[in-house]
Structures are given as structure tokens and as C-alpha cells.
């Protein structure tokens, strides 16, 4: 049997931003503890520090246009400093480095080239008559040239690699390509997919009582976030946990969706205290010793209800800080890395 060797799209990349992000931990965690590697075709490492720089560059304009407002109404700043180009190509240079243990990097070559070439002109997946697809054809032939020596898990949610747009299945004809050249290849959409295929047995974590806390914990922002649309939280009503265990055995890293049942608080309409639903998307830490809830950061805050009018109506309200490119280490957390837990 072969080792495994896990390919990222660039989307994947940024989506998770360069794996600083909790689920780029547990992936991070699992590819160390199983000893499998983590492959970089050159044409997705450029792409990487073109997009990401690129990201960096929209943040921080939007960081002096917000603070420049934030200036004219107190009237006053403390001076910062953000990084210039060089930098952030620097965060990005040493963050592969901090990879580099992992890392099976697969360089751009000529051969490569005129494959992927040579697809795009047939209109061969995973370009087409639509698309030209040169970069992903590229990809492709690396990942084919790889599994000589890999089974390789390709995480992409582009959906030129798969057989329709339901995007469960690999595209039947590169999946026969895959079978002739005798590569072991299955594809992804996300890390948590590829996770679930690469994570044997493990522990379990009673979802409900790690919700709870978890609403008890943000009860009082999700309220303010929501009484602009005259809400109510008044308790929880469902939710999806992903935990994830750390080498800080005494926490884990959770990432979660909860709905939380509310009501029309506004007395003056018609609909006041009909029934509503609020969903929030998040993630945080618990601390299992002491059941506390910390780090928490939510991704989404929306909701559903009931307007004067009788007709449904709904709002969603999505974090900055889901987009944010971190550069150097990103925020302080009480581990690095993390596996998922199932459920009870």
C-alpha cells in the first residue's frame, strides 16, 4: 500500500488561510500524527502567493480607509504600522517553512506543460469547451505524476473535477485516466471531507452539553447582534459540533453551528412573539477541566422571522475576521494543532 499525499487547490489554501485556521490545525495534526504528506505542484505555490498577497493588500486598504473614519470621530489615533509587500511575501515564505517537513513539492515541467496543453486544446477534463482550464490541467498532471509513489487525496471544490455539480463523484473520464496510470486518486471539496476519510477510530464528545455551553457562553452577544431585528433569543434548539482533540489534551477546539429559537420582541407589530430561529456559525476552544468556553469567534449570525406583513424574512451578518489573512502567527491559541472527535 502506498503512502498518502494530500493535494490542496489554491482556494483551499486561502479559504483556510495557509492552514492557520482551526480546521487547517486539525488537518496539520492529522497529517503528522499518520505520517502522510502534503503536496505543493509549483503552479499552485505561485498562485498562493499571488492571491495572498493580493488579499493582504484589500485588508489593509480597508484598514486605513475604516481607521481613517474611526479617526475623524475621535479626533485622535495612536500611530500603526502594517506590513509592507515584502513582509507579507516573507509571512508566506516562512509559513512553507514551517511545512517543509511535510511538504512533497512537485515542480512545473516542460512535460506537464504540453499535457496540460495538449487537454486544453481537446477540451479534455478538467477543461472544457466553456473553460479552458490550463492551471487545473496542470494540477491534474501533477497529481497523476505524484501517484506513482501516492495515493493522493485532491481537496478542490472546483467542479471541473467532478461528474456533476452534486461534486461527490471524480469526473468519470479522469477517473479511468486515474485507473489506467494505476493512481490510487480521490477527491474532496473541503478539508473536513478529506479529514473524515483520513481519521480512523475516535473518542467521543456529548454534542449537546458542549452546545449549551457554548450558547450560555455567547448568549449575550448573539442577543445584541440580533435586537436590531427585534429578536429574542430563548433557547437552544439544535446543533452540529466538530470537536477536535489537541496536543493540549485539556481542551479542545470546536467548531460549531447552533440554532437557537426566539421570538418577535416588538410590541408594536402584529407579529410580536411569533416564533423565529436564529443560526450562528462559529468556532472556540473548551476548556474540558473546567467546562468553559474560550477564544470564541463567530463566522455567521442570521436569522429568520415573521415581518408585520405575515411574510418571512430574513437577515445574516458575516464576521471580518473569517476572511482575515494572518500574517506571522495570527492570534494566540492554547495548542497548534488539532484532530476531530466524533460525536455521542
Not at 500524527?33 to 502534503?38: M, V, Y
Not at 423565529?276 to 467546562?291: D, F, L, P, R
Request: glycine share 4%; proline share 3%.
Amino acid at each position: 500500500m502506498k503512502p498518502v499525499c494530500v493535494l490542496l487547490d489554491t482556494n483551499t489554501w486561502r479559504a483556510n488561510l495557509l492552514l492557520r485556521t482551526a480546521m487547517g490545525s486539525a488537518f496539520l495534526y492529522t497529517l503528522n500524527s499518520a505520517q502522510h504528506k502534503l503536496g505543493l505542484p509549483e503552479v499552485i505555490e505561485e498562485e498562493i502567493y499571488k492571491h495572498t498577497e493580493i488579499a493582504a493588500s484589500e485588508a489593509k486598504e480597508k484598514i486605513d480607509r475604516y481607521f481613517r473614519d474611526i479617526q475623524a470621530i475621535a479626533g485622535f489615533h495612536s500611530p500603526y504600522e502594517l506590513p509592507n509587500e515584502d513582509k507579507i511575501r516573507e509571512s508566506i515564505t516562512a509559513r512553507f517553512q514551517e511545512l517543509e517537513k511535510l511538504l512533497i513539492r512537485i515542480p512545473f515541467t516542460l512535460e506537464h506543460a504540453k499535457s496540460a496543453l495538449h487537454r486544453v486544446n481537446q477540451n479534455r477534463p478538467p477543461s472544457s469547451t466553456k473553460r479552458q482550464q490550463f492551471k487545473d490541467c496542470a494540477i491534474w498532471e501533477a497529481a497523476l505524476d505524484l501517484g506513482r509513489e501516492y495515493d493522493i487525496f485532491l481537496v478542490s471544490n472546483d467542479g471541473d473535477f467532478y461528474k456533476d455539480s452534486k461534486r461527490k463523484e471524480l469526473n468519470q473520464i479522469l477517473e479511468e485516466e486515474a485507473k489506467e496510470s494505476g493512481v490510487s486518486l480521490a477527491v474532496f471539496t473541503s478539508i473536513e471531507g478529506c479529514l473524515e476519510c483520513l481519521e480512523g477510530n475516535r473518542p467521543t464528545v456529548d454534542a449537546k452539553q458542549l452546545a449549551m455551553r457554548i450558547f450560555e457562553a455567547t448568549q449575550e452577544e448573539i442577543s445584541r447582534t440580533v435586537s436590531k431585528n427585534n429578536l429574542r433569543l430563548t433557547e437552544l434548539s439544535s446543533q452540529n459540533i466538530n470537536a477536535f482533540i489537541t496536543e493540549n489534551h485539556d481542551r479542545l477546539a470546536v467548531e460549531y453551528v447552533i440554532v437557537v429559537e426566539a421570538v418577535n420582541a416588538d410590541i408594536n407589530q402584529i407579529n410580536a412573539g411569533t416564533s423565529a430561529s436564529v443560526t450562528v456559525e462559529g468556532s472556540c476552544t473548551y476548556n474540558i477541566e473546567n467546562q468553559i468556553v474560550e477564544h470564541n469567534q463567530f463566522n455567521s449570525v442570521s436569522a429568520q422571522w415573521i415581518s408585520t406583513d405575515g411574510t418571512e424574512k430574513s437577515a445574516k451578518g458575516v464576521y471580518l475576521h473569517a476572511g482575515t489573512v494572518y500574517l506571522g502567527r495570527g492570534p494566540d491559541v492554547p495548542y497548534t494543532t488539532r484532530i476531530e472527535i466524533s460525536e455521542s
